[in-house]
């Protein structure tokens, strides 16, 4: 299969992923109104889409295939380690909001 076509594939999924990574560009871009932990995992959607935007890129130029593979294995490790600061920092909200909750709480 040429780069080309493979190029396009990617990008047809980049251009599909609209779902993704508009609703997480309008979580950073609302900043202190949201959560640390949704933004944490905003940053990881479109550090993934963008990562895959740019294998699309990648495929287009005359760079062989590992290159492309190496940029997609970055990004999708960065997604990975910011998906799990999200995850650890909504653990702790979640306690943080019981613990006030509790002390809330009648007695």
Not at 22 to 48: C, E, K, N
Not at 57 to 67: D, E, M, R, Y
Not at 72 to 81: D, E, K, M, Q, Y
Request: net charge positive.
């Amino acid at each position: 299969m040429s780069h080309g076509v493979m190029a396009l594939g990617v990008t047809a999924v980049c251009l599909a992923g609209n779902v993704w990574y508009l609703p997480a560009y309008v979580d950073l871009r609302a900043g202190q109104d949201r959560p640390r932990s949704r933004r944490a995992a905003a940053v990881g959607v479109l550090t993934g889409w963008g990562s895959a935007a740019l294998a699309a890129l990648l495929l287009l130029t005359p760079v062989p295939l590992t290159a492309v593979a190496v940029v997609a294995a970055t990004g999708a490790a960065a997604v990975g380690s910011l998906g799990v600061v999200g995850r650890l920092r909504r653990v702790r909200e979640r306690r943080e909001t019981a613990a006030f909750t509790a002390a809330l709480a009648p007695g």
